[in-house]
C-alpha cells in the first residue's frame, strides 16, 4: 500500500478503520451512504476539546469522527456501542472519500504531558494530539473546518460520502447475548436490502470467547 501524505508526515494508512457507534445510528450511515463528521460537543474528554477548539476562528466549527485501527477492545465496546455495532472500512479507500469532500484523515500523535503543554501554548493545532495515556486508543480522526454557516446539520458539520465496497463488515457488540445478535443481524440485514447494499460481512464480535483473548494479539497483528 502506497503511503499517504497527512499533515507534516508521511503516514500509511491502515488497511482497516474502524468506527464504533451505538445501534440507533447506523441507519442513518446506510441511509444516507455517508459517514457523519459531527461537531464534538459531548465528548468524553472534554478538556482536550476545549484544548484543540480554543485555537478555531470564532466564526468557524470543526467536525471531528474518530476511528481507530484496534479492531477489537472492551474500552471501545464498552465506550462508544455497548449496544451497537462496529464499522470496518477499506482505510485507502476511506482516505480517498476523505479528501474529495475537503477533510483530512490523520492518526492520532500522543505525546507526553510537557510536549502537550508546549504545544498548547504555542500556535500549533491540538486537532490531531492527545496525551500519551490515550495511546491504547490508536486513534485516526476526520477532521473538517468550515464557516459556521456552512455546517450541514446541527450536530454534523459535513458527511463523508462512501460506496458499498468501501465498507467491509460490520460487527455486532459482543454485549449481546446469541439470540439478540440474531435478532439484529436480522435488522442490519433488512437494512442492507432496503438500500442495495451487497457483499458486507455482518458478524458477532467474539471479544468474550476465551479463544479469542487468547489469540487477541496475534489477530490484532495480522489487523483481522
Known amino acids: 500500500m502506497d503511503e499517504k501524505k497527512e499533515g507534516k508526515n508521511s503516514k500509511q494508512v491502515p488497511k482497516y478503520l474502524y468506527r464504533y457507534i451505538p445501534f440507533e ?21 472534554q478538556h482536550d476539546l476545549d484544548n484543540a477548539l480554543n485555537k ?3 466564526d468557524e466549527v470543526v467536525g471531528v469522527a474518530c476511528l481507530t485501527k484496534r479492531w477489537e477492545t472492551s474500552f471501545h465496546w464498552d465506550l462508544f456501542a455497548k ?3 462496529r464499522l470496518a472500512f ?10 474529495r469532500v475537503n477533510a483530512k484523515l490523520e492518526e492520532v500523535e500522543y505525546v ?17 494530539v492527545k496525551r500519551k495515556q490515550y495511546k491504547p486508543e490508536q486513534e485516526w480522526r476526520i477532521v473538517c473546518q468550515v464557516a459556521k454557516e456552512k455546517m450541514t446539520t446541527e450536530n454534523v458539520v459535513k458527511y463523508v460520502p462512501f460506496e458499498w465496497s468501501d465498507l467491509v463488515k460490520i460487527t455486532i457488540s459482543p454485549h449481546y447475548e446469541f439470540s439478540d445478535y440474531l ?14 447494499a451487497k457483499n458486507i460481512k455482518i458478524k458477532h464480535s467474539s471479544l468474550f470467547e476465551s479463544k479469542k483473548i487468547k489469540d487477541a494479539d496475534h489477530d ?5
Open 25 to 45: 445510528r447506523l441507519a442513518e450511515v446506510l441511509m444516507t451512504k455517508s459517514l457523519p463528521i459531527p461537531y464534538p460537543k459531548n465528548w468524553n474528554d
Open 83 to 85: 449496544h451497537g455495532v
Open 220 to 224: 490484532y497483528k495480522e489487523g483481522k
Open 56 to 58: 478555531i476562528p470564532s
Open 183 to 196: 435478532f439484529y443481524k436480522a435488522l442490519v440485514l433488512k437494512m442492507l436490502e432496503s438500500v442495495g
Open 112 to 128: 507526553s504531558y510537557d510536549k502537550y503543554i508546549k504545544k498548547l501554548t504555542s500556535n500549533e493545532s491540538l486537532l490531531f
Open 90 to 99: 477499506d482505510g485507502d479507500k476511506l482516505n480517498k472519500r476523505v479528501s
